[in-house]
């Protein structure tokens, strides 16, 4: 027998006026004849409104959930970024980079970072930058560039101070440590530098790899300064594309060290030390370096050449080099 569909609740069954029994929530049966009736549409339409309105609650709170976490998540992953960011920096830089750019530390990008071209770093009580957004090498008045700078102090221990923090400034030209032990410096792994100025010399243990990421398509100048300390001149392989550079109180033991300088065009002595017997030879030898053009001693050392050797120099690279020696 067909099934009939009917609308609504059924009351009596349509073919003998039989009484219907509900056998579950969608069929009716009648008692007398056996016919089926099927509640459709309406009644199915409506369960079907009810169970979605269900799925819609569930849907949203569960999108709600979601957008929750999402946001959590962004929230944390934003923070944690800044937080990095931020903490990157030791608190000597922090306080210096919040005052040069005024805003928290946290928000200052790599391009932000890039536009400071020139840095140097002094050691007193605490620590000194100057700085400045203009390159250095733009400028031929001294006294121009330097109403460029900036300068800020910040309180501070050893503790407190980083240096591989230079890490972070990939735009400078010129850079100047006058603290200690400037082998412990890290440059940028890619940089434009053009000038280095170092004092002070090794902490005594291990090679200086300071010089290592030093850019040989930009350095032209290098000096080390207040050297004395000097015993390993390893990093002097990664500067022979200079084209000027100063020694100062540094351990001269032999001219080898200067091999391959052929861009060197003009190198700076002063109150350097060397054997008195092998000072003539080291010299010698550095003055056969096809690009010299100045060539300058100061100090004790210088007089350990003789008159005679000197004028004979002078004489010889007359036009090409200048010799001076005091």
């Keep these: 027998m067909k099934e009939k569909k009917i609308k609504g609740r059924p009351s009596v069954c349509t073919s003998c006026g039989g009484q219907l029994e509900q056998k579950d929530p969608y069929t009716y049966i009648c008692t007398s004849c056996g016919r089926p009736y099927y509640i459709s549409a309406d009644r199915v339409h409506r369960v079907s409104v009810r169970l979605s309105a269900g799925k819609m609650i569930l849907i949203c709170a569960l999108a709600a959930i979601a ?5 959590v998540l962004g929230y944390q992953y934003y923070t944690n970024r800044l937080v990095k960011s931020a903490s990157r920096f030791s608190v000597c830089f922090r306080d210096f980079l919040m005052e040069a750019y005024r805003m928290p530390v946290a928000d200052i990008r790599e391009e932000e970072l890039e536009k400071m071209k020139y840095l140097r770093i002094e050691k007193d009580d605490g620590y000194i ?14 006294e121009a560039f330097e109403e460029t700078l900036r300068r800020i102090s910040v309180d501070g221990k050893k503790d407190d101070f980083s240096p591989s923090n230079i890490q972070y400034f990939t735009g400078l030209t010129r850079l100047e440590l006058y603290t200690e032990a400037w082998e412990n410096y890290v440059l940028p792994e890619e940089n434009v530098l053009r000038g280095i100025y170092c004092l002070d010399g090794l902490s005594r243990n291990g090679t200086p790899e300071f010089f290592c990421r030093a850019n040989p398509d930009t350095l ?38 200067f091999e391959g300088f052929n861009n060197l065009e003009n190198l700076y002595l002063y109150q350097v030390d060397m054997a008195e017997e092998d000072a003539a030879e080291i010299v010698e030898g550095i003055l056969a370096l096809p690009s010299l053009k100045v060539f300058s001693m100061e100090g004790r050392t210088a007089w350990y050449i003789e008159d005679s050797r000197w004028e004979a120099w002078q004489e010889q690279y007359d036009g090409r080099i200048i010799l001076n020696r005091e």
């Design 129 to 142: 930058f100057t700085y400045s957004f203009e390159d250095y090498y733009d400028y031929r008045d001294k």
């Design 67 to 71: 957008v929750t976490g999402l946001a």
């Design 220 to 257: 032209e100048e290098v000096a080390v300064m207040e050297a004395k300390a000097l015993e390993d001149f390893s990093f002097m392989e990664d500067l022979k594309g200079v084209r000027t550079l100063t020694l100062h109180e540094a351990s001269l033991k032999d001219g080898d060290m």
